[in-house]
C-alpha cells in the first residue's frame, strides 16, 4: 500500500516522526491526511508520534492553559482511531528536555540571515500577520523542529510540499554537526509525501481547519455532523433536481470519493448527479449515512478512553519515558563528541 | 565593606547568580572584578556560579572542544582563589537541563524586535562584526540569560554598567510570566554594580582580556608574569630615570594601587615617580614582587587541583546536582502553573 500513495518507499531501517500541535480537537482532514496513514505505518516502522505543546506555545504564548488542555483530547484521538502505543510512541515534547537541550546546540550553526529566509517561516508571518511583533520561538521554531527529528534520529517524516524547506534546515543543521564532530552523529531525513489530495473544507475551502469553522471534528455528535454535512457547498448551479449537476468541486462528492466505502456506488451516483434528476438532499443524505458510520465507533471510544484520565495519562507518560531515553542518547552523543560529557554520569542517573 | 563598593545593600533574602564563559583561563581582570568579590559575598548570601558553556558556544558554535577544554581549569581558577564549593554552587549550565527548558516558554514572550534593539546585544553584534551571519544562539541569548537568572530566582546579578539591559530584559519576562499565570511565580532581578574601576591591560588598554594579549592569567609561570610586568605601559614621557613621570595612566601604578598590601608605601613611590628619580625598572620591580607573591600560592594551588581531576568533576558535580534541583523546582512551578505538568512525577523522578 505505502508504495503506491507515498513520493518514497519505505527502507527496514527507516525511522518515522510526525505529531501534532495540541491546539484543538483532531477532524476528518486529520484523520484522512495524517491519522489514518499512522495507522497504517506503524505496521512497518518504528514510529514516534509527538504532541507538540511546546511548539503550540510559539503562538500561543498567552494562553498556555488552551495548549494543556488540548493535550490529553488529542492523546484519546490518537488511540480512538487506532494509533497502537505498543506499536508508536506517543510523546509530549515538553516532557522531553532532550528536545529543549539540541536547540541551544544547533541555534549557534543557524544564522539569523538564514532563519528569515526559511520559506515556510516567511510565509506563516505573511499569513499570521506577524513580522516586528513575531515571538522569538516562532521565529526559531524550525530549529526546534530539527531537534524533534534528529533527537529520535528520524529518517522519514511525513509533511506537506510547503514543509520540505523545514527538512532542507534539518539537513543542514545534520550536515553541519556531522561536519563539527566529524562523525557521522546523525542521519539526514526524507519527506514522506503523500499522493492523496488534502480533504477540503466544507465550504468548499482548500484545507480543513478549526478557525476556518469547516471542520467535522473527530469526537462531533450524530446532530453536528448532520449539520454539518446540509451546509455543505455543492454545486451552486444546481438549482431543481432535475437540473444537470457538477461533481467536481462539489463537496459532497469529494468527501463520497473518500469516505464511501463502496466507489462503484460513487460512480453511479456522480453519473446520476451529472445528469440530472439527483438532489443534493438525497447525496448529502447517503454521506450523513457513511461519515455517521464511520466516526460513530471513533466517538464512542474517544468518550470512553477521556472518561478514563489516568489511563490516558498513563500512555503518555510511558511514551514519553521511552521518547526521553532515545532522545537523551542522541543528545549524550553530540555531547560526548563536543567534550561535554564530563558529568556524562549524572546525566543519565539523575534528573 | 558590601555596602562601600556596591550600587546596592545586600538583603538578608538575597541570591546572587554569577558566571563565566569557559572560553579562558581567568585573569587578573578577573580576580579584582568578579573573583575577590565572590569570595567575600559567599559570606553573605546564596551564591551561584555558573560555568556558562551553553553560552560560550553562542558564539563558539564551530570549536566546542575549546569551550569543553576551558571547562575544569575554570572551576580550578575559582578554588584556587577562595571560592567555597560549601557555601557557593559551581554549576555547569549545560548539565542543567532547566536552563535550556526555560527559554523554550520564555521565548515565545519575546518579540524579534525587542531583542534586535537589546542595546547590549546590537553593541556585541557591532564589536564581533557579526549582523546577518550572526548565530541565532548569539542573537537570542538575552533570553538563556533571564533562564539562567530567574531559574535560580536570583534577585542580585553582579554585572557591569553595559549589561543593564540583559537585566531589564529578564524582568520584562518576569512580569510576563507573572501576568500570564496571575502568580508571583518569579522575583525580578537587580544589579550589582561595583563602585571598583576595571583593571587596564598590560598595554594600558581599558579591558584586560585574554584576546588583546594583554593579560596576566592566575596560572601564569613566574617568568611570565615578569615579562608581562616588564612589558607594561608607564609613562612615555618618562625617559630618563630622573625626568619628572607621570602617574595617572600608568599601568604599573594602577595595579600598584590595586595589588600592593601597603598604600602608604604606595603614595611615597608616586610622589617620588612625580618629582623624578625613581626608574620604570625599579617599580616594576616592585610590581613583580607583589604579583608574584600574590599569583604564587594562587598558582600553585591551581596545578594542584588541576592534577586531581576527579576532584574537580566531583565539585562540578555536586554543585551542577544541586543546581538542577533548584532550577527544576523553578521549571515545574512554571509548568505547572501553565497546566503542563501532566506528567509531573516523570520530571521529577526519571530522566
Known amino acids: 500500500m505505502t508504495q503506491k500513495i507515498y513520493n518514497t518507499a519505505l527502507k527496514s531501517n527507516d525511522r518515522i516522526l510526525t505529531g501534532d500541535r495540541p491546539t484543538g480537537p483532531l477532524h476528518l482532514g486529520h484523520l484522512v491526511g495524517s491519522l489514518q496513514p499512522r495507522v497504517e505505518l506503524q505496521r512497518h516502522c518504528p514510529q ?8 503550540a506555545l510559539t503562538d500561543n504564548g498567552h494562553q ?3 495548549v494543556a488542555d488540548n493535550v490529553l483530547n488529542v492523546v ?3 488511540l480512538a482511531v487506532g494509533i497502537d502505543p505498543g506499536r508508536t510512541t506517543i510523546a509530549l515534547q515538553s516532557a522531553i528536555p532532550a528536545l529543549s537541550e539540541l536547540p541551544m546546540y544547533y541555534s549557534n550553526l543557524v544564522t539569523v ?3 528569515s529566509r526559511n520559506p515556510t517561516v516567511k510565509s506563516e508571518i505573511r499569513q499570521k500577520g506577524l513580522s516586528e511583533s513575531l515571538p522569538v520561538g516562532f521565529f526559531t521554531y ?3 523542529q530539527a531537534a ?9 517524516v511525513p509533511v506537506g ?3 520540505i524547506p523545514m527538512l532542507e534546515q534539518t539537513n543542514e543543521i545534520v550536515r553541519r554537526i556531522n561536519s563539527i564532530t566529524g562523525e557521522e552523529l546523525l542521519t539526514e531525513c526524507r519527506p514522506l509525501l503523500s499522493h492523496m489530495p488534502r480533504l477540503p473544507g466544507t465550504g468548499g475551502q482548500a484545507k480543513m481547519s478549526k478557525t476556518l469553522g469547516n471542520a467535522i471534528s473527530l469526537g462531533a455528535k450524530p446532530d453536528l455532523i448532520q449539520k454539518a454535512v446540509e451546509s455543505m457547498y455543492t454545486d451552486p448551479g444546481h ?3 432535475n437540473d444537470p449537476g457538477q461533481v467536481e468541486g462539489n463537496v459532497v462528492f469529494t468527501y463520497l470519493d473518500v469516505f464511501h466505502p463502496d466507489k462503484s456506488e460513487v460512480d453511479e451516483l456522480k453519473a446520476h448527479y451529472r445528469r440530472g434528476g439527483l438532489g443534493d438532499r438525497k447525496t448529502k443524505r447517503i454521506l450523513n449515512d457513511v461519515l455517521q458510520e464511520l466516526l460513530t465507533p471513533i466517538r464512542e471510544r474517544r468518550e470512553q478512553l477521556l472518561s478514563d484520565r489516568t489511563y490516558l495519562i498513563e500512555v503518555l507518560q510511558e511514551g514519553s519515558m521511552r521518547a526521553r531515553i532515545e532522545t537523551n542518547i542522541t543528545l549524550q552523543r553530540i555531547k560526548a563528541s563536543f567534550g561535554l560529557d564530563l558529568l556524562g554520569e549524572l546525566q543519565l542517573t539523575q534528573h
Open 142 to 144: 524550525p530549529i526546534s
Open 148 to 156: 524533534d527529528i534528529t533527537a529520535f534520529q528520524a529518517t522519514l
Open 161 to 163: 510540499e510547503d514543509q
Open 239 to 241: 438549482v431543481q433536481v
Open 48 to 55: 514516534t508520534v509527538l504532541i507538540a505543546d511546546l511548539q
Open 76 to 78: 484519546a484521538d490518537y
Open 64 to 66: 498556555p492553559q488552551m
Open 113 to 115: 540571515g538564514r532563519l
